[in-house]
T-cell receptor, first 112, second 112 residues
Framework: GENVEQHPSTLSVQEGDSAVIKCTYSDSASNYFPWYKQELGKGPQLIIDIRSNVGEKKDQRIAVTLNKTAKHFSLHITETQPEDSAVYFCAASRTGRRALTFGSGTRLQVQP | EAGVTQFPSHSVIEKGQTVTLRCDPISGHDNLYWYRRVMGKEIKFLLHFVKESKQDESGMPNNRFLAERTGGTYSTLKVQPAELEDSGVYFC??????????FGQGTRLTVV
């Protein structure tokens, strides 16, 4: 089955700096890669996603890049703000099996 | 538009008791998923409904877990009898025809 590894497990940055979270996946058939943000006491919130036919996608301060050959994808957050502090999860799934396989999560702390 | 709603938000039960979790998906979403996060580990898939049918139940841990989706609307997840290792946060998610899945706030289950 699919296996998704996520690094780092914790990340602390100064407000205004950039943050990068990386994930690798094992199933070459995976073709959908979402990122979720989970704040304390809330459920995971979809913040951005990318399909395998696209190498990069951007939405304001967040962007995701995908390298299909290397089977890894990354989340980039620029100009970080304290409200970006949360746990971020990457995930992968494929056509024919919608179940998401999640990474272990990254706790991002943005220091004011 | 209302999001995915889960009841209860917290449940504390004794080992051997029964607990039923409920999920109301976003209206019109045919796909409904159950996931859980145990002991701060990664979020793991339990099962996937398409309307009232179980599409994929490969993640269900054992026969103490029973999921139903009456009439293709809300879903329930029953744990009977509950064991200590069942403690965790249970998430429900729903999606329309596409890949994007939207999560509820979760039910924190504590078995003592």
């Amino acid at each position: 089955g699919e296996n998704v590894e996520q690094h780092p497990s914790t990340l602390s940055v100064q407000e205004g700096d950039s943050a990068v979270i990386k994930c690798t996946y094992s199933d070459s058939a995976s073709n959908y890669f979402p990122w979720y943000k989970q704040e304390l006491g809330k459920g995971p919130q979809l913040i951005i996603d990318i399909r395998s036919n696209v190498g990069e996608k951007k939405d304001q301060r967040i962007a995701v890049t995908l390298n299909k050959t290397a089977k890894h994808f990354s989340l980039h957050i620029t100009e970080t703000q304290p409200e970006d502090s949360a746990v971020y999860f990457c995930a992968a799934s494929r056509t024919g099996r919608r179940a998401l396989t999640f990474g272990s999560g990254t706790r991002l702390q943005v220091q004011p | 538009e209302a999001g995915v709603t889960q009841f209860p938000s917290h449940s504390v039960i004794e080992k051997g008791q029964t607990v039923t979790l409920r999920c109301d998906p976003i209206s019109g979403h045919d796909n409904l998923y159950w996931y859980r996060r145990v002991m701060g580990k990664e979020i793991k898939f339990l099962l996937h409904f398409v309307k009232e049918s179980k599409q994929d139940e490969s993640g269900m841990p054992n026969n103490r877990f029973l999921a139903e989706r009456t009439g293709g609307t809300y879903s329930t997840l029953k744990v009977q009898p509950a064991e200590l290792e069942d403690s965790g946060v249970y998430f429900c998610a729903s999606s329309p025809q596409g890949f994007q899945a939207f999560f509820g706030q979760g039910t924190r289950l504590t078995v003592v």
